[in-house]
């Protein structure tokens, strides 16, 4: 099961997580659904389900409040109901989409002043693939890229797997992860019928938010790990910038987002050059790309669906990507690299890359990341840049 303190002051606003609740947030202010009032998991045909999951949640809130026993039930701050839900990574693959309407839902806003991290004991640690075996598919993903010409690039991961000592005080856990990224997407999610197993993250990538017509993209390519020393630290940053190999890392998906969005948008604005997004352990090269649809119909999460995968988390063409992925990776991804986040009945919402997460059952959690292999990359690199990204989870767990 998994531990909760209700008590502790630590985890702020999150102090009151309980099993089965959910989590999503983003500049500073987040989402916590309390229980489960509707739920689906389709697995095609996902913005129809998600419209008639929000319909039958209000038509079900309206008739509670007309209820003379059921008047003062907690429902959505007074607004329309709102829908969280998680998109895997393949559509085709084995795990469904999740959509989930909560039985009740507050704002909160984010933790401060957090106690240190008290750390967990590992009774097991497993890579899978290991270094060797890691760096081995970079180099097998280099030769596709030498001598497909079609293939631009592709998207390579990794798992690390943990026992732990006792379950996880997920409040806690969340609590850090939003500390650690508070202009980020915190998010924890249920993935069983129980509420007990759960698919949880802190993502600094915007896959899409949606308010009416307006549309905001940012998505992030090119990675370096930050310093503690502020001189090294910027010099580091420019390097970034500068850098011809994670430039084109960059550009790939910054050209795909514009074919994606280009049909839909009646203006698109993607700036020439690519800027800096930083994390408490990473820099990126990161572009706000902002728009106004044409048509006012498309929803937030229409648009998830029409942008996922990005060549952030896939690569480029898509399709063939794709292929080369399920052939060098020997695993399912499931829900990471793919999209969590909200919409609600008007198509107003936002969805995050489904990245620097991991899923829990009981005290074993798997943690994944992956960078993007282009000409130029170098397999121990790139294995140190995964070992980066999932130190973003175990940073929040107190483990080193």
């Known amino acids: 099961m998994l531990a909760r303190t209700p008590s502790d002051p630590g985890a702020g606003a999150l102090a009151g997580f309980q099993p089965g609740d959910s989590l999503f947030t983003a500049q500073g202010r ?5 229980g489960c009032l509707l739920q689906a998991a389709p697995r095609e045909d996902v913005s129809a389900c998600a419209a008639r999951l929000l319909t039958q949640a209000a038509e079900q809130r309206a008739a509670d409040a ?27 693959g084995p795990a469904p989409a999740l959509l989930r309407v909560p039985r009740s839902l507050r704002r909160i806003h984010a933790p401060h002043d957090l106690p240190p991290a008290h750390g967990i004991a590992i009774l097991q640690r497993r890579e899978y693939p290991d270094q060797a075996g890691y760096e081995s598919s970079v180099r ?33 856990v969340l609590a850090r992860l939003w500390q650690a990224s508070p202009h980020g997407h915190t998010y924890a999610l249920p993935v069983s019928e129980h509420g007990q197993d759960y698919f949880l993250g802190a993502s600094p990538e915007l896959l899409v938010r949606r308010e009416g017509r307006r549309v905001r993209v940012h998505p992030l390519a090119g990675t370096a790990a930050r310093h503690p020393d502020a001189a090294e630290d ?35 604005n993607i700036p020439a050059q690519p800027g800096l997004t930083s994390t408490a352990r990473l820099w990126h090269l990161g572009t706000l790309i902002e728009g106004e649809l044409a048509d006012p119909a498309i929803s937030a999460l229409d648009l998830a669906i029409a ?28 829900y990471f690299a793919g999209a969590v986040g909200w919409c609600d009945a008007a ?8 990245i620097r997460c991991a899923q829990i059952h009981g005290r074993r959690l798997t943690l994944s990341a992956g960078a993007g292999i282009v000409p130029g990359s170098v397999p121990a690199l790139e294995y140190q840049e995964t070992g980066n990204k999932l130190r973003t989870v175990l940073d929040a767990l107190g483990i080193r």
């Not at 607004?79 to 895997?88: I, N, Y």
Request: glycine content about 8%; overall charge negative.
């Open 307 to 334: 942008l996922h995968p990005t060549p952030a988390v896939c690569g480029l063409p898509t399709a063939d990507a794709r292929r080369a992925i399920a052939a060098l990776e020997p695993f399912e991804r499931g």
């Open 234 to 268: 910027a010099r580091i940053a420019q390097a970034l910038l500068d850098s011809p190999k994670d430039r084109l890392e960059h550009a790939v998906v910054v050209e795909a987002i514009e074919a994606a969005l280009r049909p839909l948008c009646r203006t698109l």
């Open 140 to 172: 097998a993903a280099l030769e596709r890229l030498d001598r497909d010409d079609g293939l631009r690039k592709l998207v390579l991961s990794r798992t690390l797997e943990l026992e732990l000592e006792r379950p996880l005080d997920l409040p806690e």
């Open 66 to 92: 007309a209820a003379p026993d059921k008047a003062g039930l907690p429902g959505t701050d007074g607004a329309r109901p709102l829908l969280l839900g998680l998109l895997p990574y393949d559509p085709a």
């Open 30 to 34: 987040g989402f916590h659904g309390r």
């Open 347 to 354: 198509g107003d919402g936002a969805w995050a890359v489904a």
